[in-house]
């Protein structure tokens, strides 16, 4: 693998954890992105040869100078799933934040904490209810 391609991969790994450590989702999101795009690159990188492009029929003059297209595929199919994933994780997103009305995970976790105990002070209500009913 060429230094500048590592290089390249690791800062972009690097950005990536560093956003997916911050408390706001569409940050999380984007740091999910880069990790992906850090994780093609490798692959890309890591097939990294110089040849004629993959594509049948083979020039028999060339025939050993063919570039692999194992690695290709593979950047391909990662870069179709990391798509899919960050679509689905957008959609996940635009939900919570029509749901708690913020993006920030604090604001959403202390919301959602209210809402646990608002529902466990009905149940305890409602099954002091029944208790009663039953004596």
Known sequence: MNLAFALAAAVLFGTGAYLLLNRDLVRVALGVVLISQAATLTIVASGLSRGEAP?????????????DPLTQAMALTAIVIGFAVVALLLVLILRTVTAFRSRELDEIASEEAARDAELEREDAGEHDREEAAAE
């Open 55 to 67: 594509i049948y029929p083979f020039d028999d003059a060339a025939a050993g100078e063919t570039s």
